[in-house]
């Protein structure tokens, strides 16, 4: 069994155990102290209810849980717990928790003190409604001072709070099922999660337009409340039958898939010079090499990435955060004379000011940075004949928040980290439902212009919300993490696939999903699954990607996208199971040959497919 997670996860750790409590027609998930898959008639109402504390660089701050109490009977269940928070600086924050439900209700509360003053970016409850079935759909939000908000959940992604001064909200579930939630003991405001590319909208504790990182006073004690209530018709809506096989459908489109790009960085230079031969073995057409000079890449990164372009052949992009210290003219007028003297061929340019890869969140002044039509100008002074890209080096919501004047540019660009806010399983790959929307957003906001993505990772590159990314020595599931483990195994294979399958219909023109070498690349290291050397299990899957390239696209519909992701071409169906359980499949027809991506193994061509927990299947149609 540990080699079997060591294979999926790449690590031996297991996820904290949870446990389902039911009452009547509602259940509900209890893990590592939280709540999560809030249901009703197995309708989703919440995605979760958590009490979460951050440190001061939004970093999570793990419970430690002691004297867990539950009990359940006919009527209902109640738990209650002590959890204990520990800040970097030592500060302890102890929470007493309660937590009951009914067949039509729950509730959550915490109660708690510190030991020393405890330094935070947030401490208290979040609360997680849906995406699916809720996007665009009317709610009802009660502020604090007693007035109604009769409107909708945003559709296009809103990079703003949708909604401030909530005390309570009020939305369809399902037809005839409809959920109030009260939120008590503190200012709560809702923000659009799936701009970081969780699949919820999100309401939390302590307005954005507060300062933080604040403190809580020793010896100074606060509670909150959360309160769900559940009002059902009797013809309400069933749900799905979710054991039945999931069906999928081609539907033809004009859609052609994209180059498939590979990052370079400059501490990684030595093992990509060494590694060029993996680039061809999975057939990668563009190259994005990373380069910031505020923290000492120079010469000898730009010489290096001109060497591994004329050995391969690619074509390449600079990927530039601008210091935008000096005159923007002279500071593009010396990169442009250092490429010219390392030797190095560029396809494309894509620029971005340094400070804009920090998020500035609503309420926060902007840091000190020169019009973007400004640095654009001066970029294209000082390579004019390069192609001229922007967006930003982080995530797409810089990218929202900073909209880019699309007519000085020839592409836009961004990136995505699916463990900003939670790195478990589940919402990790649950961030394909707000991926689809991300991209949904870039095209309403930009139209047609040509798209590029990446490189996007688990693991998180860049942290634009903290001083740093986080230390993972550990090879734990944490969030914003430098380094995350299931990049390694079979998990980030279907990752990746899924990644690529939910962004194919934005007609982008290069997806980047993987670095050459290092913690974001191709190559497994020491103590991986893979062998030392050899390629990872996503590595496989991008090849197949990559022979996709140009190709025209068919559409892939399938009954539970939650569970089975996929993209094809007139010839060839590529699935990816994102569970961790077995999922049944039936084909349209029956195939022709079919096979595991990661080992090529061979599988019976039936029209029905038992999938193995987050597999990668070829399909030759």
């Known amino acids: 069994m540990k080699d079997e997670l060591f294979r999926l996860y790449g690590t031996a750790e297991r996820e904290p155990e949870s446990r389902t409590l039911v009452a009547g027609n509602l259940s509900i998930d209890f893990q590592d102290g939280n709540l ?62 309660a937590i009951s439900g009914t067949a039509t209700s729950v509730r959550f509360s915490a109660d708690c003190v ?35 908000e009769e409107a909708r959940w945003p559709d296009t992604i809103e990079p703003w709070q949708p909604f401030k001064n909530i005390a309570q ?36 504790v302590r307005p954005l337009a507060l300062p933080w990182p604040y403190l809580v006073p020793q010896g100074e004690r606060f509670s909150q409340q959360i309160s769900v209530e559940v009002l059902a018709e009797r013809n309400a809506a069933r749900a799905a039958d979710r054991s039945d096989a999931i069906t999928v459908r081609l539907i033809p489109t004009n859609v052609r898939f ?39 890449h120079g010469i000898e990164a730009l010489k290096g990435y001109a060497a591994i372009a004329t050995a391969s052949g690619l074509e390449v992009t600079l990927e530039l955060a601008v210091p935008c210290i000096r005159p923007l003219e002279e500071e593009m007028a010396q990169f442009a004379a250092m490429v010219d003297e390392a030797g190095l061929e560029l396809d494309t340019l894509f620029v971005c000011p340094s400070v804009d890869r920090q998020s500035t969140p609503p309420g926060s002044k902007w840091p000190e940075c020169p019009a973007l039509s400004e640095v654009y100008t001066a970029a294209r002074g000082a390579f004019p004949r390069l192609q001229l890209g922007g967006g930003m080096m982080s995530y797409f919501t810089e990218f929202n928040r900073k909209r880019v004047p699309p007519d000085q540019i020839d592409y836009i660009s961004h990136s995505t980290n699916p463990i900003v806010h939670t790195a478990d399983d589940l919402s990790v790959m649950q961030t394909f439902e707000a991926l689809r929307h991300v991209v949904n957003s870039s095209r ?73 070498a290092g913690p974001f690349g191709l190559l497994a290291g020491e103590g991986e699954a893979a062998v030392s050397g050899e390629l990872r299990p996503l590595a496989h899957v991008l090849a197949r990607l990559a022979s996709l390239s140009h ?8 009954s539970r996208p939650d569970a089975v992701l996929g993209l094809a071409s007139q010839k060839r169906l590529l699935l990816a199971n994102i569970t961790c359980n077995e999922q049944e499949v039936l084909l349209p027809a029956r195939p022709r040959q079919v096979s595991t991506i990661t080992d090529g193994g061979a599988l019976a061509a039936q029209q029905n497919l038992t999938l193995a927990p987050y597999a990668c299947i070829d399909i030759a149609l």
């Open 36 to 97: 999560r898959s809030l249901r009703f008639g197995d309708h989703e109402v919440l995605r979760a209810i958590s009490f979460l504390v951050r440190d001061k660089d939004w970093g999570t701050c793990r419970a430690r849980l002691s004297d867990l109490r539950v009990e359940e009977d006919e009527r209902g269940f109640s738990l209650a717990y002590s959890a204990r928070f520990t800040a970097p600086s030592g500060a302890n924050l102890d929470c007493d928790i």
């Open 114 to 148: 510190s030991d020393a003053d405890f330094e935070t970016a947030r401490a208290g409850f979040v609360v997680l409604h849906p995406v699916i079935g809720v996007a665009g759909e009317p709610v009802a939000i009660t502020h604090d001072d007693g007035s109604v």
């Open 444 to 516: 309403a906001i930009y139209g047609n212009k040509p798209y590029r993505i990446g490189p996007s990772t688990i693991a998180m590159r860049q942290n634009p919300y903290g001083s740093a990314t986080k230390d993972n020595p550990a090879g734990s599931r944490i969030p914003m993490a430098k380094v995350d483990p299931r990049h390694n195994g079979q998990f980030g294979a279907a990752w990746t696939l899924a990644y690529a399958a939910t962004v194919a219909p934005a007609a982008l023109e290069v997806l980047t999903l993987s670095t050459l």
């Open 551 to 558: 190709e025209l696209l068919l559409a892939v519909e399938t």
């Open 258 to 296: 994209p180059a498939i790009g590979v990052g370079l960085r400059p501490e990684c230079l030595w093992e990509e010079l060494a590694s060029l031969d993996v680039l061809k073995a999975i057939g990668a057409k563009h190259l994005i090499a990373h380069f910031d000079p505020t923290v000492g």
């Open 169 to 204: 909200i009020t939305h369809r579930v399902a037809p005839g099922i409809m959920a109030t939630t009260k939120l008590i003991g503190d200012v709560f405001e809702m923000e659009d999660q799936r701009n970081w590319t969780d699949a919820s909208y999100k309401t939390y």
